[in-house]
């Protein structure tokens, strides 16, 4: 869109479009803060509930990291040499 109205309209047109855009996004991100920066700041509860579901996601990005690294070792069928995306070749390796 922003290259057939700088072809159209002049280069200008899409730098003026793509910062109205960054505007509202920055306004829209920055009232969504505020507002949960309130709701934090009168609840402890939800304060609490927001450390925790922070603390789980940290623990399951983790997880999920370790997992990676230890597929990338091993290769998808615990055998060295394996690289993600690899498919089995014999029905044994599948499991059947």
């Given amino acids: 869109m922003a290259v ?3 072809s159209a309209q002049g280069p200008t047109r899409p730098v003026y479009s793509s910062a109205g855009n960054a505007l ?6 920055a009232t ?7 709701v934090l700041k009168t609840s402890a ?17 983790g997880i999920q990291t ?3 690294a230890a597929r990338r070792r091993t290769g998808i069928h615990g ?3 394996g690289r993600p995306g690899d498919l089995p070749c014999r029905p044994a390796d ?3």
């Fill in 4 to 6: 057939t109205t700088a």
């Fill in 24 to 29: 509202g996004v920055f306004i829209v991100a």
């Fill in 32 to 38: 969504a803060v505020a507002g949960l920066g309130l």
């Fill in 45 to 61: 509860l939800a304060f609490g509930l927001v450390k925790v579901a922070g603390a789980a996601y940290l623990i399951y990005l």
């Fill in 66 to 68: 370790w997992r990676r």
């Fill in 79 to 81: 055998r060295p040499g």
């Fill in 94 to 96: 599948r499991g059947q």
